[in-house]
């Protein structure tokens, strides 16, 4: 199979070749195009203008309707003669990317009339717009990646045309180009020596990244090159070159993972993960990142915000703090108003959505020496001149420890322009536990700096005691000497005297160097997404961290101490702000329209809903970033619309989507503990209060949902059953039993794994056995239909009829569509042990004595002697439960040798198979006198086997059909139904290529094949 696919593969790239009959194409006064290097990056030579029908569009403020375009047509000056273009006027030449884009109107459309649309606002421009999408159509990337050649040609001779025929100067030229279109914008430029400015935003990195410069967008393109970087590689599926392209390079976030945007790999899983990306809160899935460069830019043109950006050498350091200088060239606005004489590579931040655009600000103090650990919260709030931040929290745990002598910073983003700082206010809030190595008294400070990244930097000294609650103003920031300190004890509403503000150069002139400043190694997400950045000393670093622990009344206490350390040290949030709620359902109310909320908190939402405490009790739970109650699609309440249709039982489906939210992995994989503790109180109070036993609950949980379900069982010693829909694998895989789902959670775990493997391999799901049994359908990998995850990720930025949770998520959520098909379809998902799935795949492990198998699902219970790993296969397409049908051939001694394929139609009890491929090949060899299986499945079951259609096939590939023979002879068939059906027939029979043979009557063979 190896070698044929690499013979085809060879044999493809051999006829392609010949098909282009030369490394080198010619399209008149455009150039020629070659296969030699530099333009080895693709490996294909350019399609023809023909093909391409390039159309460039002209509009002005007088025709700034996409239906009032004018088509200029370098080979027709009439056109340009009857259009509005002004000579006098800035040209801007807007070139889309790679897309799925199959008219005008698609191309015009959407951002680039956006973009337009703002420049027009702004400045009386010609705008141009490039309409090359017959050259970049989904899903031939390769093919798109060489057109931008042609295009480009095609582009410089309509920009020399314009020159030529109006006397525009090229100096009046400004080519943007985003994605592929970034680097055609570099082909045009490299044609017209003189040219302006180039803009390329987010330019395209696969066939770009480490190719020669000659290729790409390069600094020579133009006299002025600025480039947006949005989607960078950082050990994950990115669209965007990282290599620095221009004169002066943009990584606004890093360039990398931009907030908000789902991370395909997700390596840093504290703040990504799930591959359960809901496109509301998404753009174009995956390629969220990519287009975030175009949202920049047009957020730039018009904003009176600017996005204020550093040169640093990394993102790390600007994120600290340490490049933050305005002065000597060291800044630069990104986007449309980018000052020219910039050079370098700069970094900024920007928010997660809404306007982008935001200033960054870091509060930093130092605690006093030999002051008492205490532990609590922070809350800043900037003011300056006629605006002020909002007041935001600086650290991300209420109970943060603060040591002595350590200096602590948070940063958060604000859409407040402060061009100064004129008071700081600063509330401490003690944490409402103490333990015996903290207390939750006051907060004694020495030293606050205040910093943003539009270059306001003000700084005070003196001893401050804050109590807790108290809000502190400071009026004005002042100078001071090394050794001298003003004490202040710090009351309850009372402001400090004021005092002179220094500029930062003072500063550090009196201390003589640098403020301390803590390193983080850890990417910070602006402040609205309720993440916050801290840092310390580095005597911090070294000192071992104290343990987090929370507490909610009743619901217990939790700590990040081992083995609750599996999620980087992060503690439950509220019950308050989680927001827990269970639904109840039965068939008086089997609709999520019609859902009855009850709690544990109030017993008339139980007695005034349809909750009957004499029937079972089946508990869905969701997992991370799950869609709410009343989102489409909900897989919950599809499984509480199948159960109710078969059993007469109560639903309860646990809504915890607040808690589970979307980007913070880690913080929901904690949560978990919290709202377990939640439903192990709802059922204590059912049973308490109802009469209900807990014999009658069994529990259902998806991916985070199933470990909670876990954290439920761990509570109530005794549950009867708890089936764990592909548990998630990240931070649970190599961790101890005891914070993930594991046999001893119920009286009996079934597990079904769907996702499993590495993480960076993009799998969600956990691998290792968890339950009881544990059933891996195909595999427990790589579903059937969902193809691969990353390639699939890429096309779901290109086409639009494929959406991110189809690719993603594919494979992780075939483990609730398994279950829920398994409800009420006739058709069982029977699986098997056996050693591995490969020994199954081959045919092996059909033996289903001693309740070796059992039936995968809603009906599990029905087998519970079933123990270990099962295996089984299912379809592609829905429904997926298959029948499986046994098929084994004896070949005649003496038959020529052939390659080929056996169909079989199997009929019986008034029902037909459609027609089944025994081999896994066209081209499968068969030889004289040997025996052949092969194990197929249908959707069709057959009992009784009352006739056989057999077709062979002979192989039609050039490459073995002259040396093998057309015609099949077997001497001997046998089929064999996992209902128990089985017929066989011994006899020479003839099966010519193509010709279907019928087999109705049936002999017992003596011979065992």
Same mark, same amino acid.
């Given at each position: 199979?190896?070698?044929?696919?690499?013979?085809?593969?060879?044999?493809?790239?051999?006829?392609?070749?010949?098909?282009?009959?030369?490394?080198?194409?010619?399209?008149?006064?455009?150039?020629?195009?070659?296969?030699?290097?530099?333009?080895?990056?693709?490996?294909?030579?350019?399609?023809?203008?023909?093909?391409?029908?390039?159309?460039?569009?002209?509009?002005?403020?007088?025709?700034?309707?996409?239906?009032?375009?004018?088509?200029?047509?370098?080979?027709?000056?009439?056109?340009?003669?009857?259009?509005?273009?002004?000579?006098?006027?800035?040209?801007?030449?807007?070139?889309?990317?790679?897309?799925?884009?199959?008219?005008?109107?698609?191309?015009?459309?959407?951002?680039?009339?956006?973009?337009?649309?703002?420049?027009?606002?702004?400045?009386?421009?010609?705008?141009?717009?490039?309409?090359?999408?017959?050259?970049?159509?989904?899903?031939?990337?390769?093919?798109?990646?060489?057109?931008?050649?042609?295009?480009?040609?095609?582009?410089?001779?309509?920009?020399?045309?314009?020159?030529?025929?109006?006397?525009?100067?090229?100096?009046?030229?400004?080519?943007?180009?985003?994605?592929?279109?970034?680097?055609?914008?570099?082909?045009?430029?490299?044609?017209?020596?003189?040219?302006?400015?180039?803009?390329?935003?987010?330019?395209?990195?696969?066939?770009?990244?480490?190719?020669?410069?000659?290729?790409?967008?390069?600094?020579?393109?133009?006299?002025?090159?600025?480039?947006?970087?949005?989607?960078?590689?950082?050990?994950?599926?990115?669209?965007?070159?990282?290599?620095?392209?221009?004169?002066?390079?943009?990584?606004?976030?890093?360039?990398?993972?931009?907030?908000?945007?789902?991370?395909?790999?997700?390596?840093?899983?504290?703040?990504?993960?799930?591959?359960?990306?809901?496109?509301?809160?998404?753009?174009?899935?995956?390629?969220?990142?990519?287009?975030?460069?175009?949202?920049?830019?047009?957020?730039?043109?018009?904003?009176?915000?600017?996005?204020?950006?550093?040169?640093?050498?990394?993102?790390?350091?600007?994120?600290?703090?340490?490049?933050?200088?305005?002065?000597?060239?060291?800044?630069?606005?990104?986007?449309?108003?980018?000052?020219?004489?910039?050079?370098?590579?700069?970094?900024?931040?920007?928010?997660?959505?809404?306007?982008?655009?935001?200033?960054?600000?870091?509060?930093?103090?130092?605690?006093?020496?030999?002051?008492?650990?205490?532990?609590?919260?922070?809350?800043?709030?900037?003011?300056?001149?006629?605006?002020?931040?909002?007041?935001?929290? @600086?650290?991300?745990? &209420?109970?943060?420890?603060? #040591?002595?002598?350590?200096?602590?910073? !948070? =940063?958060?983003? *604000? %859409?407040?322009?402060?061009?100064?700082?004129?008071?700081?206010?600063?509330?401490?809030?003690?944490?409402?536990?103490?333990?015996?190595?903290?207390?939750?008294?006051?907060?004694?400070?020495?030293?606050?700096?205040?910093?943003?990244?539009?270059?306001?930097?003000?700084?005070?000294?003196?001893?401050?005691?804050?109590?807790?609650?108290?809000?502190?103003?400071?009026?004005?920031?002042?100078?001071?000497?090394?050794?001298?300190?003003?004490?202040?004890?710090?009351?309850?509403?009372?402001?400090?005297?004021?005092?002179?503000? @220094?500029?930062?150069? &003072?500063?550090?002139?009196? #201390?003589?160097?640098?403020?301390?400043? !803590? =390193?983080?190694? *850890? %990417?910070?997400?602006?402040?609205?997404?309720?993440?916050?950045?801290?840092?310390?000393?580095?005597?911090?670093?070294?000192?071992?961290?104290?343990?987090?622990?929370?507490?909610?009344?009743?619901?217990?206490?939790?700590?990040?101490?081992?083995?609750?350390?599996?999620?980087?040290?992060?503690?439950?949030?509220?019950?308050?702000?989680?927001?827990?709620?269970?639904?109840?359902?039965?068939?008086?109310?089997?609709?999520?329209?019609?859902?009855?909320?009850?709690?544990?908190?109030?017993?008339?939402?139980?007695?005034?809903?349809?909750?009957?405490?004499?029937?079972?009790?089946?508990?869905?739970?969701?997992?991370?970033?799950?869609?709410?109650?009343?989102?489409?699609?909900?897989?919950?309440?599809?499984?509480?619309?199948?159960?109710?249709?078969?059993?007469?039982?109560?639903?309860?489906?646990?809504?915890?989507?607040?808690?589970?939210?979307?980007?913070?992995?880690?913080?929901?994989?904690?949560?978990?503990?919290?709202?377990?503790?939640?439903?192990?109180?709802?059922?204590?109070?059912?049973?308490?209060?109802?009469?209900?036993?807990?014999?009658?609950?069994?529990?259902?949980?998806?991916?985070?949902?199933?470990?909670?379900?876990?954290?439920?069982?761990?509570?109530?010693?005794?549950?009867?059953?708890?089936?764990?829909?592909?548990?998630?694998?990240?931070?649970?895989?190599?961790?101890?039993?005891?914070?993930?789902?594991?046999?001893?959670?119920?009286?009996?775990?079934?597990?079904?794994?769907?996702?499993?493997?590495?993480?960076?391999?993009?799998?969600?799901?956990?691998?290792?056995?968890?339950?009881?049994?544990?059933?891996?359908?195909?595999?427990?990998?790589?579903?059937?239909?969902?193809?691969?995850?990353?390639?699939?990720?890429?096309?779901?930025?290109?086409?639009?009829?494929?959406?991110?949770?189809?690719?993603?998520?594919?494979?992780?959520?075939?483990?609730?569509?398994?279950?829920?098909?398994?409800?009420?379809?006739?058709?069982?998902?029977?699986?098997?042990?056996?050693?591995?799935?490969?020994?199954?795949?081959?045919?092996?492990?059909?033996?289903?004595?001693?309740?070796?198998?059992?039936?995968?699902?809603?009906?599990?219970?029905?087998?519970?002697?079933?123990?270990?790993?099962?295996?089984?296969?299912?379809?592609?397409?829905?429904?997926?439960?298959?029948?499986?049908?046994?098929?084994?051939?004896?070949?005649?001694?003496?038959?020529?040798?052939?390659?080929?394929?056996?169909?079989?139609?199997?009929?019986?009890?008034?029902?037909?198979?459609?027609?089944?491929?025994?081999?896994?090949?066209?081209?499968?060899?068969?030889?004289?006198?040997?025996?052949?299986?092969?194990?197929?499945?249908?959707?069709?079951?057959?009992?009784?086997?009352?006739?056989?259609?057999?077709?062979?096939?002979?192989?039609?590939?050039?490459?073995?059909?002259?040396?093998?023979?057309?015609?099949?002879?077997?001497?001997?068939?046998?089929?064999?139904?996992?209902?128990?059906?089985?017929?066989?027939?011994?006899?020479?029979?003839?099966?010519?290529?193509?010709?279907?043979?019928?087999?109705?009557?049936?002999?017992?063979?003596?011979?065992?094949?």
């Amino acid at each position: 199979m190896a070698l044929w696919s690499t013979i085809s593969v060879f044999a493809v790239s051999l006829l392609f070749a010949i098909a282009q009959d030369a490394d080198q194409v010619c399209y008149g006064d455009l150039g020629c195009f070659s296969l030699q290097a530099p333009y080895t990056n693709t490996g294909r030579l350019p399609d023809s203008p023909d093909q391409l029908d390039t159309k460039f569009y002209l509009f002005t403020r007088s025709n700034a309707m996409v239906a009032d375009r004018q088509l200029l047509d370098f080979d027709n000056p009439s056109t340009l003669r009857l259009s509005s273009f002004k000579h006098e006027k800035p040209v801007k030449v807007w070139i889309h990317g790679f897309t799925s884009a199959k008219t005008a109107e698609d191309v015009v459309s959407s951002s680039a009339a956006q973009a337009m649309a703002e420049t027009h606002k702004k400045d009386d421009v010609n705008y141009i717009i490039v309409d090359w999408s017959r050259g970049v159509q989904y899903p031939d990337y390769t093919a798109a990646a060489s057109n931008i050649r042609v295009v480009g040609a095609q582009l410089a001779k309509l920009v020399t045309f314009l020159v030529d025929q109006t006397g525009v100067s090229l100096e009046q030229f400004h080519l943007i180009g985003y994605s592929l279109g970034a680097h055609l914008a570099g082909e045009a430029g490299a044609r017209l020596p003189g040219l302006a400015r180039i803009t390329g935003l987010d330019p395209a990195g696969p066939m770009f990244e480490l190719a020669d410069p000659a290729i790409r967008l390069s600094p020579d393109d133009a006299n002025f090159v600025d480039v947006i970087h949005t989607d960078t590689p950082h050990f994950n599926v990115a669209f965007g070159i990282g290599t620095p392209v221009g004169d002066v390079d943009f990584y606004p976030n890093g360039g990398a993972r931009q907030p908000d945007c789902p991370d395909p790999v997700v390596d840093t899983l504290s703040s990504l993960v799930s591959g359960t990306f809901d496109a509301s809160g998404l753009v174009d899935g995956a390629g969220c990142s990519h287009h975030r460069a175009l949202d920049y830019w047009i957020e730039s043109i018009n904003s009176p915000c600017l996005f204020v950006s550093h040169r640093c050498d990394s993102y790390s350091k600007y994120e600290d703090g340490e490049c933050w200088d305005t002065s000597g060239g060291s800044s630069a606005v990104m986007g449309y108003d980018v000052d020219t004489s910039a050079r370098g590579t700069m970094y900024t931040s920007t928010f997660a959505q809404g306007s982008f655009c935001g200033t960054e600000f870091k509060v930093s103090f130092r605690t006093r020496r030999h002051a008492r650990t205490t532990r609590g919260q922070v809350e800043a709030t900037v003011v300056g001149p006629g605006a002020s931040t909002d007041a935001t929290e @600086l650290f991300s745990s &209420d109970s943060k420890s603060f #040591y002595d002598d350590r200096t602590y910073a !948070g =940063q958060f983003m *604000s %859409r407040a322009n402060l061009s100064g700082v004129r008071e700081l206010q600063l509330t401490f809030t003690a944490s409402d536990s103490a333990t015996f190595w903290s207390s939750n008294g006051d907060l004694k400070i020495t030293r606050i700096d205040v910093q943003s990244s539009t270059g306001v930097t003000v700084s005070h000294c003196g001893d401050y005691e804050l109590q807790s609650g108290s809000t502190v103003t400071f009026t004005a920031f002042g100078n001071f000497e090394p050794g001298k300190r003003i004490r202040y004890n710090v009351r309850k509403g009372k402001r400090l005297p004021e005092l002179r503000s @220094l500029p930062y150069e &003072d500063i550090l002139r009196v #201390y003589g160097q640098k403020r301390q400043q !803590g =390193q983080s190694s *850890s %990417r910070k997400q602006p402040a609205d997404h309720g993440n916050h950045h801290t840092t310390t000393t580095q005597a911090m670093t070294t000192t071992p961290k104290p343990p987090q622990v929370v507490c909610y009344g009743d619901l217990g206490c939790f700590s990040d101490e081992y083995p609750f350390d599996n999620t980087g040290r992060v503690v439950p949030q509220s019950p308050e702000y989680i927001n827990t709620v269970f639904y109840v359902f039965t068939k008086s109310n089997p609709t999520i329209e019609a859902r009855q909320a009850i709690s544990y908190d109030d017993i008339l939402s139980v007695q005034n809903s349809p909750f009957d405490p004499t029937k079972p009790v089946k508990v869905l739970i969701h997992g991370f970033y799950s869609y709410p109650i009343t989102g489409d699609p909900f897989w919950a309440g599809d499984a509480m619309r199948e159960i109710l249709k078969r059993d007469d039982i109560n639903v309860i489906i646990v809504d915890w989507n607040k808690g589970a939210e979307f980007p913070n992995y880690a913080q929901a994989a904690t949560n978990i503990r919290l709202v377990a503790a939640q439903v192990a109180k709802l059922i204590t109070f059912l049973i308490n209060g109802t009469g209900a036993g807990l014999n009658q609950f069994s529990l259902v949980g998806h991916s985070l949902g199933a470990h909670l379900s876990g954290h439920v069982g761990k509570r109530l010693p005794g549950l009867p059953r708890i089936t764990g829909l592909d548990p998630a694998e990240p931070f649970f895989e190599d961790y101890d039993p005891i914070v993930r789902l594991d046999p001893t959670d119920a009286l009996f775990v079934d597990v079904i794994h769907t996702d499993g493997g590495e993480i960076l391999s993009g799998a969600w799901g956990l691998d290792l056995p968890s339950g009881h049994v544990d059933f891996y359908p195909n595999g427990g990998k790589g579903q059937p239909g969902c193809g691969n995850t990353w390639i699939g990720s890429i096309t779901s930025v290109f086409d639009p009829s494929v959406t991110l949770d189809d690719v993603v998520d594919c494979s992780h959520n075939r483990a609730y569509e398994f279950y829920i098909e398994s409800i009420n379809n006739p058709c069982k998902f029977v699986a098997y042990p056996c050693r591995s799935y490969d020994d199954f795949a081959a045919g092996g492990c059909r033996d289903c004595s001693n309740n070796a198998c059992s039936v995968m699902g809603y009906d599990v219970d029905n087998n519970m002697a079933a123990r270990g790993s099962l295996y089984l296969s299912t379809g592609d397409t829905g429904p997926y439960c298959r029948y499986e049908y046994r098929v084994t051939i004896k070949t005649k001694a003496g038959m020529e040798h052939t390659r080929g394929n056996l169909v079989v139609i199997i009929k019986g009890n008034g029902q037909t198979t459609p027609p089944i491929q025994i081999f896994d090949s066209g081209s499968y060899a068969l030889d004289q006198d040997t025996t052949h299986s092969g194990i197929v499945t249908s959707t069709v079951g057959i009992d009784s086997i009352l006739e056989l259609q057999l077709t062979y096939l002979a192989t039609d590939n050039i490459l073995y059909s002259w040396a093998n023979a057309a015609d099949l002879t077997i001497d001997r068939i046998d089929v064999t139904s996992s209902s128990g059906a089985s017929v066989s027939y011994c006899g020479e029979m003839l099966l010519r290529d193509g010709q279907m043979n019928t087999l109705s009557s049936f002999n017992n063979c003596d011979v065992t094949p």
